[in-house]
């Protein structure tokens, strides 16, 4: 398998983007298939933190980074970010960065209806990032988007816009909002189109003649399965399919391009936003995993929620998403606990479940199961090897792979890029 898909396995922010920087020196091309910058995948290289999120994490080794027509893209939030990229050292430039001309775009107005819609839903408000994600899908499979390629043909847009502020102006005087201002909204995209256009062109043919040539492709996703709009916690999900088969779609490639499943699996839990949890931590435990693990929101800086490790969701995710092995991150964190708990199973109104139930209000009302473990004296942080790791952090880590069904294939022990163990090859297997 000569290309790698890498996908969140929890509710995001497993380490996508230390794991996918680790494996973008290997790869020829790294490629982001979904969500847009909502995500927020932070990469350390010694003195340098990089955080990017929409930039795919390939961009800081100058690997070929290319962003598929599965993004929703805010170009006003890629130019901030190409801008603070390019202050911190790092080459962009239309060799080493290309954008599809498909992707559709996210506008001022996706990010007023996000924003309006949280406001208005008070405490049963999802907790999104407030980027305008989810209303830019909908008009994107609504037929109402403005995309890349529109860019270039401006004065062409009239029809277009019409349906779009149609459905817009309607919403958003549900809201008591003024419509939609055409001519500043026209002025601002015939501001920013030569920037975007630029990195422009059909990304299908040019990752169909790499792969076509041997090229090793790394497919960098968002978000993390349990966020997925079908497989997630529904309602509390993001707007885009998060689960493997998407980079695909995302990408203009076919299913047998995209090889080994990497699932990106944290050593506990957390999740920011609203929705359920079944693991959460609201007591001291959970304080001291968010204060170890620095769990704050990249994207929001929102405290991260924190709960021990849930072998049931990470099983359910590693099945849908054919994950072929995991890279269990953060295992540092839990240096130090005398005790160490794993969910096994839940309890919902006296029945034992192996699974995690659809509907939202059985989803809520789930009792974890534990099993618990001896912690581990002495450190995982910074190891680089196997034999560095406790004999009780291995007897967690195989306990993890026997509960998930999956096998594990690298191990992260600190933000730091080279702080990485490797059990299987996920390049070469
Ligand atoms: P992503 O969205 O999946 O890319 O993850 P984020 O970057 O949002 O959050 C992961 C955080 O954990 C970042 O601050 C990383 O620098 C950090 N991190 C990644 N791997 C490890 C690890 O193995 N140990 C520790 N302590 N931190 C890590
Ligand atoms: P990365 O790629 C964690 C969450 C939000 C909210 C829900 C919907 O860094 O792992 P949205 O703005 O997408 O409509 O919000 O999804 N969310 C994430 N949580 N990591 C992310 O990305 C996330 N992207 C969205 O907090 O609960
Ligand atoms: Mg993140």
């Given at each position: ?34 969500g847009g910058h909502n995500a927020g995948h932070t ?197 885009s399919n998060t689960v493997s088969g998407t980079a ?76 072929t092995g995991i890279a269990l991150t953060k295992l ?98």
């Amino acid at each position: 398998m000569a290309s790698v898909t890498v996908i969140g396995a929890q509710w995001g922010d497993e380490g996508k983007g230390k794991i996918v920087d680790w494996l973008a020196s290997r790869a020829d091309a790294v490629v982001r298939f979904q969500g847009g910058h909502n995500a927020g995948h932070t990469l350390v290289v010694g003195e340098q933190v990089y955080k990017l999120s929409l930039l795919p994490s390939g961009i800081v080794t100058g690997t070929l980074s290319i962003i598929g027509n599965g993004v929703v893209l805010d170009p006003w939030a890629l130019k901030a970010e190409f801008d603070k990229l390019t202050g911190q050292g790092v080459t962009i430039n239309a060799d080493n960065f290309a954008i599809a001309d498909n992707c559709p775009l996210i506008l001022p107005l996706h990010r007023d209806l996000d924003g309006l819609r949280e406001q208005a839903a008070g405490s049963g408000k999802i907790g999104t990032t407030g980027r305008g994600i989810g209303p830019a899908y909908e008009d994107k499979v609504g037929r109402r988007a403005i995309r890349v390629c529109d860019l270039a043909h401006l004065d062409a847009l009239d029809s277009q816009l019409d349906r779009l502020c149609a459905h817009h102006d309607a919403l958003r005087a549900g809201f008591g909002q003024p419509p939609v201002d055409r001519a500043a909204l026209l002025a601002d995209l015939a501001e920013i189109a030569p920037f975007v256009l630029q990195f422009a062109q059909p990304v299908w043919k040019r990752l169909n003649k790499v792969r076509k040539a041997g090229a090793r492709i790394l497919f960098e996703g968002a978000q993390g399965v349990l966020l997925d709009v079908d497989h997630g916690t529904y309602p509390f999900v993001t707007s885009s399919n998060t689960v493997s088969g998407t980079a695909a779609s995302g990408s203009g490639l076919g299913p047998n391009a995209t090889g080994f499943v990497l699932g990106i699996v944290k050593a506990y839990t957390t999740r920011v936003g609203s929705g359920p949890f079944p693991t959460e931590l609201e007591d001291e435990t959970g304080q001291r995993l968010g204060e170890r693990g620095h769990e704050f929101g990249t994207v929001t800086g929102r405290k991260r929620r924190c709960g021990w490790f849930d072998a049931v969701l990470v099983r359910q995710s590693c099945a849908i998403s054919g994950v072929t092995g995991i890279a269990l991150t953060k295992l540092d964190v839990l240096d130090g606990f005398d005790k160490v708990k794993i969910c096994t199973g839940y309890r919902l109104r006296g029945k034992v479940l192996d699974y995690f139930p659809s509907h939202a209000a059985d989803q809520a009302a789930v009792e974890p199961i534990y099993e618990e473990m001896d912690g581990w004296q002495g450190t995982t942080a910074g190891a680089r090897s196997w034999a560095d790791l406790p004999a009780q952090a291995i007897k967690y880590i195989q306990r993890v792979q026997e509960l998930i069904e999956t096998p594990v294939a690298l191990v992260s022990t600190s933000p730091e890029r080279e702080d990485t163990i490797l059990v299987r090859d996920p390049f070469v297997d």
